[in-house]
């Protein structure tokens, strides 16, 4: 990949800005809630949040399937990069999330069972990047993670589905998807939260671009460092590594 | 290859500091504790109905439980924040008593969890009290209901005051 040649990225950057600056300012124009007010608006961050967190553990998973069928060592790379922006995404969540609990429930936190799932989600991917930190041998570590991030995929509908399958405290979803689509808030709310959704993933891919470069530097430097000494021999890990 | 072990490529390798891995280790471990732990007392479930207490009082009876239900004859006291309320879901109704701010979500016919213990009296001592609200958003449909919006948005300013 020419990396001095890339036009995609700043493309998807540039659009990003765009994006979030629109969806931006349709959230801070967006009307008062008849019950909560004002706060209605922090869905249209709280929401898009979540949901690039979704969309990254979901890379995470893909491209370690990916990785596992093809053996191509961009796939791994994708799928670290895809975990990071999924573990800070879902920090960002929780963050935003408790702010916009203490008002309305009245806490920040509650043990129901979407919060405690989301904060397992942490320990999950969490240990998946320790585990990537553990391991030296880069075809091992590219397997290993793999199969912990595909496993881990399975986050996803038991997050989603939690308001559904236990009683708790957070409220079940306004965009009901399963058994007949219906958006249960006012249009002006949907305009202002699908704009803010498209920013949200466009950012994602953004950078997931970004880290994903970043991780091709990094890998070559690795490997050049550990070529210096026997710059005529054979390298050690460096073999059969195809680059993306 | 007949070098010496000491000059193997592999000796070259950086040595890698163990100890962000050692904390990252246990913070994950922390929290993985934490979580187990902290949800330990209580099921996956997190309140019973009162028409499930009432069912299951016998078991039920002197323990710290959660109750979710409706909010039906608030009376509020702003000075002193003692709050009377029942709880119910139309199967059965308990009285509860509360201490302390409550959210400005906080209104007749809302859901809300309470945890706490019945007392001698049989009325539910609620040392914590949290407010549900629907996952429907929707902007005042008419004069009225925008005046109320404002007003309640007023008094709530006032109180903060």
Known sequence: ???????????????????????????????????????????FVHVPTAWLSYLA?????????????????????????????????????????????????????????????????????????????????????????????????????????????????????????LGGMNWGAAPVYGIALTVMTVAFTVLYLYLLRVRGILAVRQERREEREFELPEPQGTPLSGAGVRRG | MTTPASQLPQARRRKKNPLPYLLAGAVLAGLLAYIIFGNLAQSIEYFVTPTEYQAEKASLQGRTVRIGGLVKAVSYDRATLDLHFNVTDGGATFPVVYQGAVSDLFKENQGVVVRGVFNARNVFQANELIVKHSEEYRVPRSQGELKDMLKNAKDANAEGQ
Do not use: C
């Open chain 1, 57 to 177: 553990y979901g890379g995470t998973g893909l491209f370690g399937l990916l990785y596992l069928i093809t053996r191509q060592r961009r796939y791994d790379r994708l799928a670290m990069s895809s975990g990071e922006i999924g573990v800070l995404f879902t920090v960002a969540t929780i963050v935003g999330g408790m702010l916009w609990a203490k008002p309305t429930w009245g806490t920040y936190w509650v043990w129901d069972a979407r919060l405690t799932t989301t904060a397992l989600s942490l320990v999950v991917y969490g240990a998946y990047l320790l585990v990537r930190g553990l391991i030296d041998d880069p075809e091992r570590r590219a397997r290993v993670s793999a199969v912990i991030g595909v496993v881990g995929t399975l986050y996803i509908p038991v997050n989603y589905m939690a308001v559904e399958w236990w009683r708790g405290v957070h409220q079940t979803q306004t965009l009901k998807l």
């Open chain 1, 1 to 43: 990949m020419p990396i001095l040649k890339d036009r995609l990225t700043p493309a998807l950057g540039a659009l990003t800005l765009v994006l979030l600056l629109a969806g931006l300012w349709l959230s801070l124009t967006a009307p008062a809630d008849v019950n909560q007010g004002l706060l209605v608006r922090l869905m």
